[in-house]
């Protein structure tokens, strides 16, 4: 998979041109062949900064992308940029979700005993806020099939 990252840092009174050039970029783009995703993102801290996310299958289907009349609307964000923009294309070998971090905090537990594959129990676990360090307790026991303890269904 290729991914094209761009950060880029707007003054305020640009940043509805940002958006408004985003989404006329976005919809032609989505549709092209190899195009898995593309995204545009906002700090809540500084709404003048910006992360524009694509996906891409193949190298090629990126290439094609880059040569494309659709890309000038990226040069044109690059434009718009108070800072130097940030703009870098990645070639991503593989990707892993829950089951790595299951696997790492966890060591190793397999299928067999619950963890690799799917979401953790979060019964009675102790959970701390992150900016007011409150915990609690999450709930009990999860109600299975008609009402029974045991497993949620899957």
Not at 132 to 146: E, H
Request: a positive charge; glycine letters at 10%.
């Amino acid at each position: 998979m290729e991914m094209v990252t761009l950060r880029i840092s707007v003054p305020r009174h640009v940043t509805t041109h940002v958006i408004d050039l985003f989404e006329s970029y976005r919809g032609p783009v989505s549709v092209k062949a190899g195009c898995r995703s593309v995204q545009l993102y906002s700090l809540f801290s500084d709404p003048g900064e910006f992360m524009l996310i694509e996906e891409w299958g193949s190298p090629a289907a990126l290439h094609d992308h880059i040569r494309s009349d659709d890309f000038r609307k990226v040069l044109a964000l690059m434009d718009l940029a108070a800072k130097a923009p940030d703009l870098k294309f990645h070639r991503v070998s593989s990707a892993k979700g829950f089951a790595l971090v299951a696997e790492l905090r966890h060591g190793g537990m397999d299928a067999e005993q619950g963890w690799v594959g799917r979401a953790p129990d979060m019964r009675n676990r102790r959970m701390m806020h992150p900016r007011t360090g409150a915990a609690k307790t999450l709930g009990g026991p999860r109600q299975g099939a008609k009402g029974r303890e045991g497993p949620a269904k899957q």
